[in-house]
């Protein structure tokens, strides 16, 4: 039976992976730093993501496969290559937050730099920032090498993007779905809503995961849906999963970034979009559902903080429904044709 070892696997990328090699007959180890519910079939081990000795122990000797959905930084890295010594492939959620453009740029400095000016599409070949203690990107590319450098098996480094699917913590989509049970009847939408922020759905990760293992993936991989929708698309295409419909809004272009009004969890002055080597077979519109289903049966307006506390972690408020009136209200506000 082949084993598999999944640190941090009590996340929405660590669950949906787990559930998926269990269903294939895999033996499955989640560990995390504590108890959680897990998938029916698997083990828990109780570990840090830095604790070696705990991760060993979790380990327990051989696995044919080490995947790590919490490997943020070099200090990560490094305890998942010396726990993994005995594994036979690791493989490294990391993010397209890594590439930067000709300036230097990347997505996580952007509020403090500017925005990116990306060549796009992006490519697994594209210009990344130096590694570095500094950001979330400069540390995950910190990751990135160090687990290259120190491993003793071969490495898979998955860089998805805009992540959707069930069980999220920092569920965009949450952003149309409240203002659709909330009723709102307009729903502003910066940059025109012609932003475009490449997605990934969860089951995309999943696969590129398999494939890793199976030896069908170069060394690093971004992964993508089959395409990138405007935020006006991602919309459209909830309001019709939901059965719900409101209007939406394409305000002006903006010279800020974040932008002041319409800002929303997609908002991209300028579009960032990957050509992956795992590329899913499925668009955005027909993988979305799940996520969609899950927000609409487990998180509502007395809830949604505690469900999604990476999404509530957003500076400033999402849900200023007031800013999202004066916004529509303005006079080169237009209305998007859907």
Not at 63 to 69: A, Y
Not at 180 to 196: E, H, K, N, V
Not at 245 to 254: P, V
């Amino acid at each position: 039976m082949a084993k598999a070892v999944i640190v941090g696997g009590t996340g929405q990328i660590g669950l949906a992976l787990a559930r998926d090699l269990v269903r294939d007959g895999w033996s499955v180890t989640i560990a995390s730093r504590s108890v959680s519910d897990i998938p029916p079939g698997c083990r828990h081990a109780i570990a840090d993501a830095r604790d070696v000795a705990a991760l060993r122990a979790g380990i327990g000797g051989e696995c044919d496969l080490l995947v790590s959905c919490v490997a943020f930084d070099a200090a990560d890295a490094a305890a998942l290559a010396d726990a993994g010594r005995d594994a036979r492939h690791i493989v490294a959620i990391s993010s397209i937050s890594v590439y930067r453009d000709a300036e230097g740029r990347t997505l996580d400095e952007a509020p403090r730099c500017g925005f990116p000016d990306f060549v796009n599409p992006l490519t697994e070949d594209s210009p990344t920032i130096a590694p570095g203690d500094t950001s979330y990107s400069t540390r995950k590319i910190a990751m990135e090498r160090t687990l290259f450098d120190q491993a003793a098996c071969p490495v898979t480094i998955l860089r998805p993007g805009a992540i959707h699917g069930p069980d999220s913590k920092g569920a965009r989509e949450w952003w149309f779905v409240k203002r659709l049970l909330d009723r709102r009847a307009t729903i502003p939408l910066a940059y025109g809503g012609r932003s475009r922020f490449q997605t990934t759905s969860v089951a995309a990760i999943v696969d590129a995961v398999r494939r890793a293992a199976a030896g069908d993936l170069a060394a690093i991989a971004n992964v993508s849906d089959a395409d990138c929708p405007s935020v006006a698309e991602i919309g459209q295409t909830i309001m019709e999963i939901m059965g719900m419909k409101a209007e939406l809004i394409g305000l002006a272009d903006s010279i800020s970034y974040p932008p002041a009004l319409g800002r929303n969890p997609w908002s991209l002055p300028r579009p960032m979009i990957c050509s992956a080597l795992a590329t899913a077979p499925t668009t955005y519109r027909q993988s979305v559902g799940p996520a969609i289903d899950w927000l609409v049966r487990n998180v509502d307006n007395d809830n949604w903080r505690e469900r999604l506390p990476h999404l509530a972690a957003y500076p400033g408020s999402l849900f200023d429904y007031d800013a999202d009136d004066r916004a529509a209200r303005l006079p080169d506000a237009v209305a998007i044709a859907g």
